[in-house]
């Protein structure tokens, strides 16, 4: 089914040519039919490039999609103009009185810094303490998991001993969770980022489930349950190319990165890199759009958070925890 996005978006011709159904606003608002409403909180520096990887997937499914993109206003984007930003996103202020049935909130370059000296963690606090009462259920990428793990679990991020870059395998701890369902035991996922979260602190939570878990790569995906959050510490959006022109950023800055791990074809940078993250990617997007939004998610989205209150009171008093595979 198609994604709704504004018209005239660059990233509309990009996705016609790999066939993925784009849907303009004038066709859509003449459908009689109710949209998933997903919003998108993109913090990467590079917007189109993010933009096209997080549509690629949420267009994998039969349920209709209407992108709304979200820019945090204390922020001022450094290598997007504010004519394009003006132009096909929302200020988050513009949308507090709105709801929405899911919210995928992106990485950021800032992973390095303490959250309170990240330029817009006040207003990226308060959008998250939003959500609890204006959006069905969220996902959070890269850095923005390890933001929201401290926010809403007093979880503290650690510098790694060195960038971890590559693809990575994982293991699948719990089969029978809704946005696990269909994974194979074994994954692969891409990874790129300089800080990490603490295992023994995920699985001390009350609250929280490790999902899957790479050796290498440390805790993947995090999952709230009463809550409806979901937390990717890596990057399953990536398209093929993404940690190749990561690699050759950093050697261009002098920085001399080490080779992305099980990225390349027999580790050779020159040739093509193997895409073998692509079908676990979609099907992760498919199960969260599915079964943590539009199963759950009240047709009236003013009921949003009434619906989230009753759904943390029933799985609270009847707790139902999958088996863990190993």
């Not at 999609?65 to 979200?70: D, M, P, Y």
């Not at 990561?246 to 800055?253: F, T, V």
């Not at 040739?271 to 047709?299: E, I, M």
Request: hydrophobic share 35%; net charge negative; aromatic share 12%.
């Amino acid at each position: 089914m198609p994604i709704r996005i504004k018209t005239k978006m660059p990233v509309i011709q990009r996705l016609a040519d790999e066939n993925i159904f784009v849907m303009p606003e004038s066709r859509a608002s003449s459908q009689d039919i109710r949209e998933l409403h997903i919003a998108i909180l993109n913090l990467m520096p590079n917007k189109e490039d993010t933009e096209l990887q997080l549509l690629r997937l949420l267009s994998n499914t039969p349920l209709q999609v209407r992108i709304t993109f979200l820019r945090l206003d204390s922020h001022r984007s450094k290598h997007t103009s504010e004519e394009y930003l003006s132009r096909f996103y929302e200020p988050f202020s513009a949308v507090k009185d709105s709801n929405f049935d899911g919210l995928v909130i992106t990485g950021a370059p800032v992973e390095t810094l303490p959250f309170h000296e990240v330029d817009y963690w006040e207003e990226l606090t308060e959008l998250m303490r939003w959500t609890d009462t204006h959006v069905t259920s969220t996902m959070h990428i890269c850095w923005a998991a390890q933001a929201g793990l401290y926010f809403h679990y007093g979880i503290d991020k650690h510098l790694l001993p060195q960038k971890l870059s590559g693809i990575y395998r994982h293991s699948t701890l719990y089969q029978d969770e809704i946005l696990t369902r269909g994974f194979n035991d074994r994954f692969f996922a891409p990874h790129s980022r300089y800080t990490g979260v603490s295992r023994e602190e995920i699985l001390a939570h009350p609250k929280l489930t490790l999902l899957a878990e790479s050796d290498k790569a440390g805790p993947y995906l995090i999952q709230d349950k009463q809550a409806n959050r979901l937390f990717v510490t890596g990057h399953p959006e990536y398209s093929r190319f993404t940690l190749d022109g990561e690699y050759r950023r950093d050697q261009g800055k002098g920085i001399d990165p080490n080779l992305p791990n099980h990225y390349y074809r027999d580790d050779d940078p020159a040739r093509s890199p193997v895409f073998q993250w692509k079908a676990h990617a979609f099907l992760l997007f498919s199960n969260w759009l599915n079964y943590a939004v539009y199963q759950v998610t009240p047709y009236d989205l003013s009921q949003v958070a009434e619906e989230k209150a009753r759904v943390r009171w029933e799985t609270h008093a009847t707790p139902t925890p999958g088996l863990p595979v190993f």
